[in-house]
């Protein structure tokens, strides 16, 4: 005789998610559940909302690395439970970012002799590259202050408004006066003059940025050394340049070698690099280099053997993963120089065929630069019927997304649109791009011809009334509605 049994619930759920009570049952969001799920139930429901994220490949708003080879995606997943700060554990992880500190120190022509090891660290990103770096010249400022026996207690460091929000972070948590140089329409990187008059005995460092958040620019960071040291002779103080390069670090080298912002210039003492940008690996991952062993002061690194050996270690965090280094290493020695090289050229390549296309439709100011980071930032010519946030707006229905932003001070003013060109963003992209924001623009301007046709209707009947921003606000609204309904009443299944 044949014994059959019924299934439960539970391995109902194992066979299809979707036949299970786990689809009917609406999780908690904000606390624990009492009960667990299976896991294919948990994976399945988690796969499902994730589907509502944005796609990573066309999201233009990001600097930061969207796809990497499947083979440094297998040498990443096969790393991912290694904790990077277990060195006695992992000697080879650790190796790994000392060749990577070398190389990288090395790209930046740091003053190294044949067989001196370079001065650096990997980071989760540029934001606690920059922290290290910060906190490094602020000690170095206070303990030169203290032994001249004058005040430490009000250090400050220059920049520019077009600084990333990281270096207002450092400003804000270490107790540091941030004196931002303002921008103004048509210069939105900082000006080195400007920069340098605001220099004073309490400034710890200059931080210029190698490739604007904004538009891509490089600061001058030749003209802010030359411009300093001449300040320096005449005071009698030494400050010193940072250079915050997360964005350009991995592509002035490539394309523009002759561009002198590195360690050539002597006033800078240290970079920071962004290894999930254009150093080509997933987000977690920067890098800061000194010139020598005495810009980093010897207090600032801790040494622990709790974990089985003797393990100098400067790092805001403690614990973090392996294989965002691992993955640096691998991209460094698959692509070597010349590999980067045409990484960089064809991310130069595309933002021109974008730029081009936008300038051939006659509706768009190109605010970004030639020389730069790979990206075309621009605004309308004529913002008055509609504004850059409602073409960003409307992109998402097309699946991109470009973001829109307004200047800082004193260029707030002025709003762009931005899109960062990475390596897998290809030619065929760029120009489908431009064929979608043609699309945009034709239908913003229909929107706009009918909400002022009916104005023109609504004056001539007499009904003329001032509204509220409100009432404005639902009357674009109903004119957007109708305007959506009519398209797809006209889509042919």
Not at 30 to 45: G, V
Not at 103 to 111: D, R
Not at 145 to 167: E, H, M, Y
Request: glycine share 6%; charged share 25%; hydrophobic share 40%.
């Amino acid at each position: 005789m044949v014994l059959s049994k019924t299934a439960s619930e539970s391995d109902i759920s194992v066979h299809s998610t979707f036949a299970s009570r786990y689809v009917r049952t609406s999780l908690p969001r904000f606390k624990m559940a009492e009960n667990s799920i299976p896991k294919e139930a948990a994976y399945q429901i988690i796969n499902d909302e994730l589907m509502l994220d944005g796609n990573p490949r066309l999201n233009l708003a990001s600097f930061v690395t969207t796809w990497m080879e499947p083979e440094c995606d297998k040498l990443m997943m096969d790393a991912i439970n290694k904790n990077y700060v277990d060195m006695d554990e992992y000697p080879v992880t650790t190796e790994l970012q000392n060749r990577c500190v070398n190389m990288i120190a090395h790209l930046f022509n740091a003053p190294l002799g044949e067989s001196e090891a370079a001065v650096g660290v990997g980071t989760v990103g540029s934001s606690e590259a920059i922290m290290l770096a910060g906190l490094a010249f602020k000690r170095k400022w206070q303990n030169k202050r203290k032994a001249q026996g004058l005040p430490f207690d009000k250090p400050n460091i220059v920049t520019g408004a077009n600084v990333q929000v990281c270096w207002e972070k450092f400003a804000n948590y270490f107790e540091v006066e941030l004196k931002e140089v303002k921008l103004r329409e048509g210069y939105y990187v900082m000006d080195p003059v400007k920069a340098v008059e605001l220099v004073d005995e309490n400034t710890i460092c200059v931080a210029a940025i190698l490739g604007s958040t904004l538009n891509g620019e490089f600061e001058d960071v030749k003209l802010l050394n030359d411009l300093l040291i001449e300040k320096n002779k005449q005071t009698g103080w030494d400050t010193p340049i940072h250079v915050d390069a997360a964005s350009g670090g991995f592509i002035a080298p490539f394309i523009y070698p002759e561009l002198e912002w590195d360690f050539r210039l002597p006033l800078v003492k240290s970079i920071n690099v962004s290894g999930h940008k254009y150093g080509l690996v997933y987000a977690g991952i920067g890098w800061v280099i000194w010139r020598t062993k005495q810009d980093l002061p010897d207090e600032l690194i801790f040494h622990i053997n709790y974990l089985g050996a003797d393990q100098p270690t400067f790092t805001l965090n403690f614990s973090k993963g392996s294989s965002q280094i691992i993955a640096q290493y691998y991209q460094l020695i698959r692509l070597g120089f010349e590999g980067y090289q045409n990484v960089m050229e064809n991310c130069r390549q595309n933002a021109v065929v974008l730029k081009q296309g936008l300038e051939k439709t006659g509706r768009f100011n190109i605010v970004s630069k030639d020389i730069g980071v790979p990206l075309v930032a621009f605004s309308l010519n004529d913002n008055s019927r509609y504004n850059e946030f409602e073409v960003s707006d409307m992109l998402r229905r097309f699946g991109w997304i470009v973001p829109a932003y307004t200047m800082p001070a004193d260029a707030q003013h002025v709003t762009v649109l931005r899109v960062v060109i990475r390596e897998d963003f290809s030619r065929t992209l760029a120009e489908r791009l431009v064929f979608d924001i043609c699309k945009v623009l034709h239908e913003l301007d229909a929107l706009s011809s009918k909400i002022s046709a009916k104005r023109e209707e609504n004056g001539k009947n007499g009904t003329v009334v001032k509204k509220t921003a409100l009432q404005t606000q639902r009357e674009i609204t109903d004119v957007w509605k109708k305007f959506v309904l009519a398209r797809k009443t006209q889509v042919i299944c």
